[in-house]
């Protein structure tokens, strides 16, 4: 299962350890990740990133302030939760509902990631809970979790339908009516038409935003297929298998978005 986990830290040191063990269970395949952030929220609120590796940058692995450059050309859900966290904050996301990611998710990520605290952010694929849990809570590291195996599902297609309807009906009041009605009804679609392009525009933009999250985890299973053992080129064949299904049915949903 692929989730979005976050581990705070009161200290470093220990933050530092959980960093080392969790790419030990990388190597060795007990997980994939997909992309790590080492973050330190500072007293005064403010984010610091400590380092970041993961597909999303192309495999380049960033500290200090080259980590926070990389970050804005991070896409999928990890780069989603650490712009959150670079930029409005949490607590906006709570009201957004344009946020892909789960609201109690945020909620609780919010609530554990206190001044002073350190975090490790990953995008990881987890057999069981029970492979970051238990090493990293024996390091004082409060754990938080959400799936993403979900996340094309939850994908939403900004009611084009019920926009359509509302434009439809206000082109057949203009056909009748006249003088400042008629102005303001001509206005009035204008307006429609100017939200629903923009929606377009948006709703694309993040169509392909997923479908490249996709297409990176696919790219990070192959590498590590070609270099597992027999025993986990089956575990990695049967994930391989999922994603791709997983993507094209998204590319069928969306099609006619790109049309």
């Known amino acids: 299962m692929e989730n979005l986990v976050v581990i705070t830290f009161p200290g470093l040191g220990k933050a530092t350890e959980g960093l080392t063990k969790l790419k030990e ?33 192309g495999q380049k692995v960033a500290t200090g302030a080259a980590a926070g450059m990389l970050i804005g050309l991070l896409g999928g859900p990890l780069g989603m939760l650490l712009g959150l ?16 990611l789960d609201h109690h998710f945020i909620s609780k990520v919010n609530k554990h990631l206190e001044p002073g605290t350190y975090a490790l952010v ?6 069981a809970a029970i492979l970051i849990d238990t090493p990293l809570e024996s390091l004082d590291g409060i754990i938080v979790r959400t799936s993403l195996d979900d996340e094309t599902e939850r994908f939403e297609d900004e009611q084009w339908d019920k926009f359509n309807q509302e434009i439809d009906a206000k082109e057949a009041e203009f056909k009748t009516a006249a003088g400042e009605k008629k102005e303001k009804l001509k ?3 204008k307006e429609l038409k100017d939200k629903q392009h923009q929606r377009m525009m948006k709703f694309r933009e993040k169509a392909t935003a997923r479908k490249n999250h996709l297409h990176d985890k696919i790219e990070v299973l192959h590498k590590k297929m070609k270099a597992a053992n027999q025993k986990n080129k089956e575990k990695f064949a049967l994930k ?5 299904k997983r993507l ?7 099609a006619w978005a790109f049309s």
């Open 25 to 57: 269970l990388d190597t060795v395949d007990e997980i994939t990740i997909y992309g790590i952030a080492f973050i330190h929220k500072k007293e005064d609120g403010a984010i610091e990133y400590l380092y970041h590796d993961g597909a999303d940058s």
């Open 85 to 100: 966290l670079a930029g409005a904050g949490l607590g906006q996301a709570m009201e957004d509902d344009n946020t892909d």
């Open 122 to 127: 990953i995008d990881a694929e987890e057999d």
């Open 187 to 189: 206005h009035e679609i």
């Open 240 to 244: 391989l298998e999922g994603f791709k």
């Open 248 to 254: 094209a049915a998204f590319n069928e949903r969306v």
